[in-house]
């Protein structure tokens, strides 16, 4: 037994999920309407209520859910929600050098960003250690959503996500995702559209 929670109107309403009802072959749509619900209102971290009323501020459609177990990887959330990796918004955070501004890059979770390509279109970068993350965007690692940080951050999106109608992005904690398209994705975020991932193989 999974255990979802969804934010809305102010309040956790706690959603309880047997795993084979999250299983890949049923839609998210199709799972989310076999959710049982029950008002909970257990308070949720900062982080969390912050994406949550950034959200509804800006009009978006899905409430985000909280995860019974913390999904710090595309893959673990992957996992949890019945989606491919690939549909994971996965967030990474770089330095820029010139002035310590944090650089964010929301890619699918099976790309692996390409810090030359970044770079190009920033500015030299630099490591971003777990410190820095939480104090440029009020999010620990494992939870960083692409809106609603405590600070200024330069967003970029990567153009894989865009094979996808539907993706999956965190919600400010390891617990918290939310549902959205590319298209929710900038309008969200009003972010640049960019190749910035390692160019794949051929198989």
């Avoid at 047997?18 to 799972?31: F, K, P, Q, Y």
């Avoid at 955070?93 to 770079?119: H, N, P, W, Y």
């Avoid at 279109?121 to 965007?137: I, M, P, Q």
């Amino acid at each position: 037994m999974a255990v979802l929670c969804a934010w809305i109107g102010g309040v956790s309403t706690r959603l309880s999920v047997t795993v084979e009802n999250l299983s890949a072959s049923a839609s998210v749509s199709d799972r989310m309407s076999r959710i049982d619900s029950m008002v909970d209102t257990d308070p949720m971290p900062e982080g969390f209520r912050r994406v949550s009323q950034a959200l509804s501020a800006l009009g978006h459609e899905h409430v985000p859910l909280w995860l019974e177990a913390a999904a710090r990887t595309a893959q673990e959330a992957a996992t949890v929600l019945g989606v491919s990796v690939a549909q994971i918004a996965k967030s990474v955070i770089f330095r820029r050098q010139s002035d310590d501004m944090a650089v964010l890059v929301v890619t699918s979770g099976d790309r692996r960003v390409d810090e030359k390509k970044v770079a190009a279109l920033t500015g030299a970068l630099g490591r971003a250690d777990a410190h820095f993350v939480k104090s440029r965007t009020g999010f620990s690692i494992g939870g960083v959503a692409p809106l609603a940080h405590s600070g200024p951050v330069l967003t970029l999106i990567d153009r894989e996500l865009f094979r996808f109608e539907q993706i999956w992005a965190a919600a400010g904690h390891p617990n918290g995702v939310f549902r959205l398209s590319p298209a929710d994705l900038l309008r969200l975020t009003g972010a640049p559209v960019h190749d910035v991932v390692q160019t794949q193989e051929p198989s």
